[in-house]
């Protein structure tokens, strides 16, 4: 089955406690994002990534590392994470960054930082 | 400042009744927008998408319309059903853009039986 997976689904950590969310697709896609989800705001880009060991800043890149070294996994890192980044977080992959590319969007993980 | 408005927070409709969701937008580079469903506990999935250069597209129950001069496009769903009420995210991309997809904040549609 074609998916995206995110691990952890749901995490409560505390700031500054270096934190990773990994996310892994099996339809061989070029293209890969973050995005976090906030009330009022939508989703918004963290950070992108159009193949391996090619990453490049989405809208809110600030206080997050991602890191491609394979096609399927796109990790995201909070080195230090802050209360600010309590959200809820989907990974999305497609098969190119092409305009008119529909994105495969993972179940999301709900992120707590107290 | 938000590229891609959906003003509308919430909306209620009666089953078997039409639902209209509204979405504008604001850069004049976006040529390809997209309806993206979600339920709770899960990701948003693709609904369906209208290039700029058409005006309608029609996929069973839904149809999106563009109005280009506007900055306006709508997604219509007739007849509604119960299964339909979910959040629905309005999106934007620019043909030549590698960071894809501008989301509106969403609209939650209760669909009531």
């Known amino acids: 089955e074609a998916q995206v997976t995110q691990n952890p689904r749901y995490l409560i950590t505390v700031t500054g406690k270096k934190l990773t969310v990994t996310c892994s697709q099996n339809?061989?896609?070029?293209?890969m994002s973050w995005y976090r989800q906030d009330p009022g705001l939508g989703l918004r880009q963290i950070y992108y990534s159009m193949n391996v060991e090619v990453t490049d800043k989405g809208d809110v890149p600030e206080g997050y590392k991602v890191s491609r070294k394979e096609k399927r996994n796109f990790p995201l890192i909070l080195e230090s994470p802050s209360p600010n980044q309590t959200s809820l977080y989907f990974c999305a992959s497609s098969l190119s960054s092409s305009w008119d590319t529909e994105a495969f969007f993972g179940q999301g993980t709900r992120l707590t930082v107290v | 400042d938000q590229q891609v408005k959906q003003n509308s927070p919430s909306l209620s409709v009666q089953e078997g009744r039409i639902s209209i969701l509204n979405c504008d937008y604001t850069?004049?580079?976006?040529?390809?927008f997209l309806w993206y469903k979600k339920y709770p506990a899960e990701g948003p999935t693709f609904l369906i998408s209208i290039s700029s250069i058409k005006d309608k597209n029609e996929d069973g129950r839904f149809t999106v319309f563009l109005n280009k001069s506007a900055k306006h496009l709508s997604l219509h769903i007739v007849p509604s059903q119960p299964g339909d009420s979910a959040v629905y995210f309005c999106?934007?991309?620019?043909?030549?853009?590698?960071?894809?997809?501008?989301f509106g904040s969403g609209t939650q549609l209760t669909v009531l039986p």
């Open positions: 850069n004049s580079m976006f040529d390809y």
């Open positions: 339809m061989n896609h070029e293209y």
């Open positions: 999106a934007a991309s620019a043909s030549g853009s590698a960071r894809q997809l501008t």
